[in-house]
Structures are given as C-alpha cells and as structure tokens.
C-alpha cells in the first residue's frame, strides 16, 4: 500500500520563502518513495511524502517549524493511494 502525508503551513506574511527553505532543509527519518514540496499564495508551503506503509504505519513527519515563523499550527492529513490516473 501507498501512503501520502501531507503537511501544510503558513507563514508569517513576507517569510514564506524562509518557510520553503527550512521545510526543504528538513530530513526524515527514513527515505520515502517520493517526496514533493510546493508553494502556494499567502505564504504558503506544502510537502507530500509517500511511503509503501500500511495506513496507520508509524512513520516520519516534518516538525512544526518555530511558532515565529508560522501563523498557525501546521495542517497534516493522511491518505491512501488510489493509483493514478
């Protein structure tokens, strides 16, 4: 099975590039299948990973980046691969 994480935040307005930058420089532990990283309006950063993992499998997640840099806690969500299309 695939799993796909998703983790989304926002930064402060003005630092979404500071924000891209560390969600960048961030390792996992663990090497996923895939791993793509995306920017958004309003300073906004999204990374998906994807494991071959069950569903509710322990695996590695980006932190939260320091609250100065973010307007809000980060989003996260978990979902199973359909295939594509």
């Known amino acids: 099975m695939t799993v796909a994480l998703m983790w989304e935040a926002r930064a402060v307005?003005?630092?979404g590039g500071e924000l891209l930058e560390w969600a960048r420089a961030q390792?996992?532990?663990g090497t996923p299948l895939r791993r793509e990283t995306f920017r958004a309006p309003e300073d906004r950063v999204l990374v998906i990973t994807w494991w071959d993992a069950?569903?509710?499998?322990e695996l590695p997640e980006l932190p939260e980046p320091d609250g100065?840099?973010?307007t809000r806690a980060v989003?996260?969500?978990r979902f199973e691969s359909l295939g594509s299309a």
Do not use: C, I, K, S
């Not at 069950?54 to 499998?57: H, K, N, T």
């Open 13 to 15: 307005p003005g630092r």
């Open 27 to 29: 390792r996992l532990d």
């Open 54 to 57: 069950p569903y509710d499998a």
């Open 68 to 70: 100065e840099l973010v």
């Open 75 to 77: 989003h996260r969500w």
